[in-house]
């Protein structure tokens, strides 16, 4: 790795990293080394020699405060009195990472992968050029925002020097998700599968269809028939119970789960047709998500190659691709499901470069009947809902193995679905049991750092003064205005006690600071930015729905004292309007329910005081 920016200096080094001892003083000036030289000719070896340290020394970084790989320094008679004064001040910091450099460049001697290493390893050489240049133009964070795409939410943060860049991969990215929309979707009546699922001859379908059944067919057989592209009857029969509020007829859904046991469909790879084998109609939302989520980052990045990386969040489905900043991968966070508030501390974090990563779980979506709530994740080999299982999060190759794996291990028993996972090859799992209890793969941990959920105020340590584990939640969904050009808003929410002093900013949702003061009401206060959630992989939410809690402190973090507050929440959309409401609730000792009304931006805010609704259940 030769080249390393400097920062705010703006000096390039070329770090030529090699040996001293067998590569000696007369070698370099055989080479054509002279006392005015602005930069350094390697020895004869020099190449192989750099081009393999480099491999070795590729983790390291050189910057301001970061170290160097080297103990001794060597520079051209007319450069020192030009570099000795930055080049001492680096040097001085590198001992720590010089020691590592040396270890490793020892390793690779002894097992003899590189035969010009010889000699005193502690001496190695930089050679520094002394050119003056521009710093690399920094990487940006683009992030982009739509809701109601696929019924869900799009979160798409690029990280790029170059603005058009970033928008031709939004626009790529999205064209895409509606080109196969059109395909995949069987909300609508015109698509691809809509029109197979009437058909009962031997169609010729595309290639993107054809792959997404092939991919049914392949997972109902590892899963031994958990996973299935044929649950549109069943899916109808718990929704009409959830209308008419009782449970299904246990008669008609053990008919059902015996007629999706027969194969759905015959596939014809040499004439790419497809023959329905039943009438149960097709539901291809699961797997189709994923598959759809990976060619939009495919079109995302043949759109912009020059891009460092890019990450597609839709509705908590997420593709990481490239790098998040150099020589560091994505950080993404894995959603509690006992706590999935927007607000809330994720369960773990784990670095992701190229990787896919979902979570599913009944805790976003799912059918109360009869004053129970039941998963929206149904078993095809019982017809009722998958329980036992909170949550299920796996990380993959690809977003379709992603997606599948996650809703098969929500049916699996934990130890079934580590056993399926273990058989993939580059696949890891977390597996939340609703007990609490915690299943990881064997390598899920080396993805994993510790999740801090932000660093906590002293005064954090103090008991709450509400009754334990008691929060109040805030259901917020923001309204999407018919037309194009959408632009989410900035949206505050703050709560303000009986004397009307404000104590709390519960959220602020924007990316981009200078427009908070169009938030009138709300006093910017934190410097705090939020990005929606948009690097947390969770299950997937209705269109514009999100949730956040507070828990009883102030901003300063000290517990506040029961009593009557108002939540107050605005928002201002660019291109949109402007809207403010607020409503009062009562937060002591016992539950309580309160409603802010609706606004041209937001339909009405469900406030619910008391334990939160995963603790309830």
């Known amino acids: 790795m030769p080249f390393r920016s400097l920062g705010r200096r703006g000096l390039l080094f070329s770090l030529i990293v090699f040996c001293w001892g067998g590569v000696a003083d007369d070698s370099l000036r055989d080479h054509g080394e002279t006392s005015g030289a602005t930069s350094r000719a390697c020895p004869k070896d020099g190449a192989e020699l750099h081009s393999a340290v480099s491999r070795i020394c590729s983790p390291l970084r050189v910057g301001w405060g970061d170290t160097l790989p080297t103990t001794s320094r060597r520079y051209g008679a007319t450069q020192r009195s030009r570099n000795r004064r930055s080049a001492d001040s680096l040097v001085r910091e ?3 990472e010089a020691s590592s450099a040396r270890t490793r460049l020892t390793a690779l001697r002894e097992s003899s992968q590189l035969a010009t290493i010889s000699g005193d390893i502690d001496r190695v050489q930089l050679c520094v050029t002394d050119q003056l240049v521009a710093p690399p133009p920094a990487l940006h964070r683009f992030h982009f925002h739509h809701e109601g795409i696929l019924g869900t939410s799009f979160d798409l943060i690029v990280r790029t020097d170059d603005a058009e860049a970033a928008l031709k991969a939004e626009r790529s990215a999205l064209a895409e998700i509606e080109r196969l929309r059109t395909i995949l979707s069987t909300y609508d009546p015109a698509s691809e599968v809509s029109r197979l699922n009437v058909s009962r001859d031997a169609v010729r379908c595309s290639t993107e269809l054809f792959e997404v059944l092939s991919g049914y067919d392949t997972w109902r057989l590892r899963s031994r028939g958990a996973y299935q592209g044929q649950l549109g009857e069943l899916i109808r029969a ?3 119970a959830e209308k ?9 859904l053990a008919q059902i789960v015996q007629a999706i046991q027969a194969p759905a469909w015959t596939l014809d790879a040499c004439e790419q047709t497809v023959h329905r084998r039943s009438r149960q109609p097709l539901n291809l939302d699961s797997l189709g998500k994923g598959y759809i989520l990976g060619k939009a980052v495919a079109a995302a990045r043949a759109a912009a190659p020059s891009v460092a990386g890019l990450l597609l969040n839709m509705g908590g489905d997420i593709f990481a691709s490239g790098v998040e900043a150099p020589s560091r991968p994505w950080l993404v966070g894995v959603a509690n499901p006992r706590d999935p508030a927007d607000n809330a501390a994720p369960l773990t974090q784990v670095f992701l470069a190229d990787r896919a990563i979902s979570t599913s779980g009944g805790y976003e979506r799912g059918y109360a009947i009869a004053g129970r709530r039941y998963s929206h994740i149904l078993d095809p080999r019982t017809g009722w809902p998958a329980e036992g299982i909170a949550g299920a999060t796996v990380v993959a190759p690809d977003s379709a193995t992603a997606n599948a794996l996650a809703t098969t291990l929500c049916v699996l028993k934990p130890e079934e679905g580590l056993a399926l996972v273990k058989k993939r090859r580059g696949v890891e799992c977390l597996i939340l049991a609703a007990n609490g209890e915690q299943f990881r793969s ?5 993805l994993e750092i510790p999740a801090t959920g932000g660093a906590k105020k002293a005064n954090e340590a103090k008991p709450s003064l509400w009754p334990k584990d008691f929060r109040l939640t805030l259901t917020v969904t923001l309204k999407r205005p018919a037309g194009g050009g959408y632009r989410r808003p900035f949206v505050a929410a703050w709560a303000v006690n009986e004397k009307g002093a404000r104590v709390r900013t519960i959220v602020l949702w ?12 709300w006093s910017y206060g934190e410097k705090d930015r939020l990005d929606w959630a948009a690097t947390i992989a969770r299950a997937t939410r209705p269109p514009g729905r999100h949730r956040v809690t507070w828990d009883g402190r102030d901003d300063s973090g000290n517990p506040v004292p029961p009593g ?3 939540i107050f929440i605005e928002a201002n959309r660019e291109r949109g309007t402007y809207a403010k ?3 009062k609730i009562v937060c002591a000792d016992s539950p309580a329910k309160s409603a802010i009304r609706a606004s041209t931006e937001f339909e009405e805010v469900h406030l619910t005081y008391g334990l939160p609704d995963a603790q309830q259940d």
């Open 244 to 252: 008419a509020g009782a449970l299904p007829d246990q008669t008609s």
């Open 238 to 240: 718990w929704r009409a």
């Open 94 to 96: 590198s001992s720590a």
């Open 581 to 583: 409401e607020s409503a």
């Open 442 to 446: 064997e390598q899920f941990a080396a």
């Open 510 to 521: 924007g990316n981009l600071p200078r427009y908070f003061p169009d938030l009138y009401d």
């Open 564 to 566: 009557t507050y108002t």
